[in-house]
């Protein structure tokens, strides 16, 4: 999966609109405050955008379920 900085931007934005639409109370912020940070780490520099989700995944047990429902919420948009 290689996709853009904007394009995971977007996906991002898009992710939240759908959880806001259809998620449960209070499932936005808590995916909002584990997705947004991610676009602050693209500012920082070139990352390959699929290693960045699985390390950030990797690296934050807590919320390895919802990174990996959002990688598998692009693969389905693509």
């Known amino acids: 999966m290689k996709i853009s900085k904007d394009k995971l931007t ?11 639409d259809y998620g449960e109370d209070g ?21 390959d955008m699929h290693n960045m989700l699985k ?3 990797g690296n934050s047990p807590q919320h390895k ?3 990996l ?7 389905e948009i693509q």
């Open 10 to 20: 977007e996906y991002i934005n898009l992710y939240l609109n759908d959880v806001h």
């Open 65 to 67: 379920q919802t990174i």
């Open 55 to 57: 390390e950030t995944a």
């Open 69 to 75: 429902e959002f990688i598998d919420y692009i693969n």
């Open 27 to 47: 499932e936005y912020e808590l995916i909002e405050s584990i997705l947004k940070p991610i676009i602050s780490t693209l500012e920082e520099g070139e990352h």
